[in-house]
Structure formats: C-alpha cells, structure tokens
C-alpha cells in the first residue's frame, strides 16, 4: 500500500497528463458527434416556426442516439451555432427520438380492427381525403400519435400498411392512404 504522500503525488500526475478527463466542465460528447448532429438534424432544430417534426427512423434519430447527453451537445455549441439552432429544440431530441414508444405503447404482432377503429377515430382530421392546403399534423403526445404508436410494428418500423390493408371500401373513400401511411413520420 503507497503512503498517502505518494497515493496525492500519483493522483497529481494523472490529472496534469489528463485534465480533460477529471474536469466536471469535459463534456461526455465530441464535436464529431456535434458536427453529425447538426448536419443530419439541422432542418429540425432550426429556431421559429414552423416546428418540423423528426421520425424516429430519421438519419437525425439515429446520430441522437448516439450521444448520451444532449446537454453536453448544447455546452459545444459556439454563439454563432447558437444563433443559428434552438438550443430548445435540441434539448427535445432526446425525447423525440427515443427508440422505442413508452412501454405501455409496445405492441407486437399483427395490428387488429381495434388499433384500425383507434386510428381512424384520433386521426380523422390529418387522413381524410381534400384539404389538401394547410393540412394539419400530428404531434407527439396527441391522440392520434398515441393511437399510432400502439399499431404493430413490423420489423423497427409501425405498420401502417397493416391499417391500410384492414380498411373497408367505405373507410378508404373518406380517407387517404398515402396520408395514414404517412402518419409515424409525424409521430
């Protein structure tokens, strides 16, 4: 065992050969993941309106699961980046890329009537045939997204295909399958 004079010296030594790795102000993500981020993301995390919404299977989702703390990411940026990029929408990553829906929303298998009747219902207003301006989108959180994120998945990725196969000739004159496909981009 070193006597304590020793165990202080050695302790010195690693922390002037090392300092990036005993400072609390090193962040615990690089500027290569930084510069990922903003290239994969830049679109979305632009300050102002109108908010983009990121897909979880997005090039974007995927380069913010590699960093473990967005906060650290926002710390790198420079005044000029910070201009440029909410620090707002940046922080909200994290969340909106997680990849899997909460746990209660896990379903696997083969999608039902029930998850059809669900998302026919919730999403009336963003799937329906016309309005074909301004048309409405979806936000995490609403009942709608909610009602997608309990479809099946196939494979990472919801199967709405599964929701457009269960439609009657009825359901599909008054709603647009391109649009209900188009639905897990905005969830």
Do not use: W
Not at 48 to 65: M, N, Y
Not at 123 to 140: D, L, S, T, Y
Not at 149 to 156: D, E, H, I, L, R
Request: proline letters at 6%; aromatic letters at 2%; charged letters at 25%.
């Amino acid at each position: 065992m070193l006597p304590s004079g020793k165990v202080a010296v050695l302790l010195l030594v690693v922390c002037m050969v090392s300092p990036e790795q005993v400072t609390s102000k090193k962040p615990i993500c690089t500027k290569v993941q930084q510069e990922k981020i903003l290239e994969k993301c830049g679109f979305f995390i632009q300050p102002g309106h109108p908010t983009h919404l990121v897909s979880r299977d997005s090039q974007c989702c995927a380069a913010v699961r590699g960093v473990r703390d967005m906060e650290c990411f926002t710390l790198l940026l420079t005044e000029k980046e910070k201009t440029k990029y909410s620090v707002e929408k940046i922080r909200a990553l994290r969340g909106l890329c997680e990849s899997d829906p909460p746990p209660s929303h896990k379903v696997t298998g083969t999608c039902t009537n029930e998850q059809k009747e669900s998302v026919l219902h919730d999403c009336e207003k963003f799937i329906k045939h016309g309005n074909e301006r301004r048309r409405p989108i979806p936000v995490m959180g609403q009942p709608c997204c909610n009602a997608v994120n309990k479809v099946a998945k196939k494979g990472t990725k919801i199967d709405m295909q599964c929701i457009v196969d269960l439609l009657t000739d009825e359901e599909k004159q008054r709603h647009d399958a391109s649009k209900i496909m188009n639905l897990p981009n905005h969830c």
